[in-house]
């Protein structure tokens, strides 16, 4: 696929959703599921777009950015290479001498070029993004229905947030397969608007962030794996907000949702359903004799075999003579004892 388009919005595209379109958004978001869609190639994604349209109407020359930045990017590459094999760069950097080490070296150069990029955008006006949001192919639906109405008609409505889509299933089927969402945001490099964006996803939806990407890292193939190794997001999420934070957000979330799952649920159903649900405890079999612990399971069988016979011979004899006593076919420790006649002298 070509990356300059993957980000483009599709024209007379049955899996894209506006205001303007005849079907309603719940009715489009039932029909029209990433678990059930299947990608032939022709429909790698549905899109829904939200209340507010990018607010930025300055032209941008994507064409231009795109090819400055592959131009920088593979340059990076070589220096890359080329640190890797120098021998006058050490592998580990010293207080004494002031060398700084191949990583420290490296480290440098790829955070040089970010900045590159960043003056690249800027420059063409290309600095559209949007943030990443990874879900598993079980729980996809819920959370793309989610974050789509919240677009529309949520709290997302009311940020800088202008568009969205997710990912369709792949044409053969993938092992825990993960499914891409992507939420667009018209300036990636407006730290306080992303970072509002970035609230809303953790503390109205619970999601798990993985960046901000700009459209511009996407055209030009930066991903977590190019041998240039700049980082392929613009933003890591703890760039934007301490771990702790993150934490909180998402913890009210949930907090909020068990609270309204136990409340919705009838009074009746749940007096009649038990707190705890209580395993049944399996049931001892009976045991006519003391377990042998060092016994093996065919000879417990044997044993168990043999007490059935022994039951059901008793049984039979019993209907043969009801005035015998005594069963024949029992078990010594099973015969009634006789009492002894006292000799009279």
């Known amino acids: 696929m070509n990356k300059e388009l993957d980000d483009g919005v599709p024209q007379e595209y049955p899996y894209f959703w506006s205001k303007g379109s005849s079907i309603t958004l719940p009715d489009f978001l039932t029909k029209y599921k990433p678990s059930m869609v299947q990608n032939d190639g022709t429909k790698p994604w549905i899109w829904v777009e939200g209340s507010n349209r990018n607010q930025d109407t300055s032209e941008s020359d994507a064409t231009a950015a795109i090819s400055e930045a592959a131009a920088l990017l593979k340059e990076v590459s070589q220096r890359v290479e080329e640190i890797k094999n120098d021998d006058s760069i050490p592998m580990r950097s010293s207080k004494k001498t002031?060398?700084?080490?191949?990583?420290?070296?490296?480290?440098?150069?790829?955070?040089?070029?970010?900045?590159?990029?960043?003056?690249?955008?800027?420059?063409?006006?290309y600095v559209c993004g949007k943030w990443l949001i990874f879900a598993p192919a079980d729980r996809v639906d819920v959370i793309w229905s989610?974050?789509?109405?919240?677009?529309?008609?949520?709290?997302?409505?009311?940020?800088?947030?202008?568009?969205?889509?997710?990912?369709t299933s792949p044409a053969t089927e993938t092992p825990h397969h993960q499914h891409v969402i992507c939420l667009y945001i018209p300036d990636v490099y407006d730290k306080d608007a992303v970072t509002d964006v970035m609230k809303v996803l953790l503390r109205n939806h619970g999601v798990n962030l993985s960046g901000v990407k700009s459209d511009l890292y996407t055209g030009i193939g930066l991903d977590s794996?190019?041998?240039?190794g700049i980082p392929s997001t613009v933003w890591k999420n703890t760039s934007l907000l301490a771990d702790s934070e993150i934490k909180d957000l998402k913890d009210a979330y949930f907090s909020e949702l068990n609270i309204a799952s136990t409340s919705t649920a009838k009074p009746d159903e749940k007096k009649d359903q038990p707190s705890i649900a209580a395993k049944k405890k399996p049931v001892p079999k009976k045991k006519t004799q003391e377990d042998d612990p060092f016994a093996s399971?065919?000879?417990?069988?044997?044993?168990?075999?043999?007490?059935?016979?022994?039951?059901?011979?008793?049984?039979?004899?019993g209907k043969r003579s009801r005035s015998s006593d005594i069963d024949v076919d029992a078990d010594k420790s099973d015969k009634p004892k006789t009492k002894k006649k006292k000799s009279t002298r």
């Open 225 to 228: 794996k190019h041998s240039s």
């Open 297 to 317: 399971e065919d000879e417990v069988d044997a044993q168990e075999a043999e007490r059935k016979q022994k039951v059901q011979a008793k049984g039979k004899s």
């Open 146 to 167: 989610k974050i789509a109405t919240s677009l529309v008609s949520g709290a997302l409505a009311s940020t800088c947030a202008f568009l969205t889509k997710v990912a």
């Open 98 to 125: 002031g060398a700084k080490s191949k990583k420290d070296v490296r480290e440098k150069v790829q955070a040089d070029a970010a900045e590159k990029l960043k003056d690249i955008s800027i420059k063409h006006n």
